[in-house]
């Protein structure tokens, strides 16, 4: 299946890890990446909140919202040949909302006043849904970047990956909503608050509000909506062409999970809300699989474990080959839970969508020769690989 993989990366432009939190998209993006990167492509993987290992594994002190380019001997050390480029970018959730305000705005002035406004502030680092949107937004900022042959989104940690696929809808429903443009109503021309417009029980709200939170709260945030408002006509089509852009040819959809039942469940309904607006996932990577020998292959005996032990030079103590076959039986009992889980995947996707199996690797992925090794199982190896 791994040729599969190998075909996306030289056909798609744009390739997108999704699923829950913890099943390993950051590094299944990172690993596609190098793979591409070893395939000749100029290659920008944008990453949210990376893990410090991963930025280590490319030899960065960090991964930086500013663009950063793999240095090539970082490859050569771990012996890889890799002909194209590896650019990391990590998304910048406010930076990139600020810039989606500048293009927006219709003047420096309205432009200032909203970014100055205490409840902007507030909305574009921390309100739900923002970094899904901003993540669609840099992405489409990037998209036609003719430096870059392939782009690899890690979507963010989200406890539902149908956050991500929603978010430009759910944001335009939230500044659109009934609430807002009734809060716009008691906001008159002059520009205060007038709650005598609105029903006894809502003035009393506010005026509650105002005492709590000071008078002037009230009217940096009618302030904000009527700003934000004369925005929305223009926000709204720029939130459309992006959700539109998310379904287009030349995007992919590379589904991640782990075995785990609860992830497996998390991927399907994915896959099959993708499935309703008439796009099909592209392949499904199953991370941190546990290996089950052969049924033909005969189990490990003492004798068999303590040879080995000591071929190698290795002394375990006198329970070492025991302990060693304790592991094994573990390890066998542990694969066959997970094919046992995985049989809901299989029997989901239909045959015509890879599935890849990554194995649960008996050391962490924290330098670029084991990243390597997982993108050998994603694509298959590359003349080079160590």
């Known amino acids: 299946m791994s040729e599969d993989l190998g075909r996306l990366l030289d056909t798609r432009r744009v390739l997108l890890c999704a699923g829950c939190g913890g099943v390993g998209k950051t590094t299944t993006s990172a690993a596609l990446g190098l793979a591409a990167a070893r395939r000749g492509k100029r290659v920008l993987c944008l990453t949210i909140d990376p893990a410090r290992r991963l930025a280590e594994s490319l030899g960065l002190a960090s991964v930086a919202t500013e663009a950063q380019v793999v240095m090539p001997e970082v490859f050569e050390r771990a012996g890889l040949d890799v002909t194209g480029s590896l650019t990391v970018m990590m998304l910048d959730t406010k930076t990139t909302f600020d810039s989606l305000v500048d293009s927006l705005a219709k003047s420096a002035e309205k432009r200032d006043r909203i970014k100055g406004n205490v409840l902007y502030k507030y909305i574009s680092t921390k309100l739900a849904g923002t970094q899904e949107y901003m993540a669609m937004e840099k992405l489409y900022a990037v998209k036609e970047d003719p430096n870059y042959d392939v782009i690899l989104l890690d979507t963010p940690p989200t406890s539902h990956a149908l956050d991500f696929l929603d978010a430009p809808e759910r944001l ?215």
Not at 239 to 250: F, I, K, P, T
Not at 360 to 374: C, E, Q, Y
Request: proline content about 6%; overall charge negative.
């Open 172 to 386: 335009v429903d939230a500044i659109d909503s009934p609430a807002v443009r009734w809060f716009l109503d008691a906001f008159q021309q002059s520009g205060r608050l007038s709650l005598n417009l609105l029903q006894r029980t809502a003035s009393s709200v506010l005026r509650g509000i105002g005492r709590i939170t000071g008078g002037g709260f009230l009217e940096q945030v009618a302030t904000f909506m009527t700003e934000i408002n004369e925005l929305f006509g223009g926000w709204k089509q720029r939130a459309q062409v992006v959700a539109s852009a998310l379904r287009g040819d030349d995007v992919a959809y590379v589904l991640v999970t782990s075995p785990d039942p609860m992830s497996l469940r998390e991927v399907r309904f994915f896959a099959e809300r993708l499935a309703s607006q008439g796009v099909r996932p592209a392949a499904y990577v199953v991370n941190r699989i546990h290996h089950v020998p052969d049924a033909n292959t005969p189990p490990a005996t003492r004798d068999d474990v303590a040879a080995v032990l000591a071929r190698h030079g290795l002394d375990l103590g006198g329970d070492g080959p025991e302990r060693i076959l304790e592991a094994a039986r573990m390890e066998r009992r542990l694969g066959e839970l997970d094919q046992l889980h995985l049989a809901a995947l299989d029997g989901a996707s239909d045959t015509k969508t890879p599935v890849l199996h990554v194995p649960d690797f008996p050391r962490d992925i924290h330098d670029v020769g084991r990243l390597a090794w997982v993108a050998d199982v994603l694509v298959g190896p590359t003349p080079g690989a160590s």
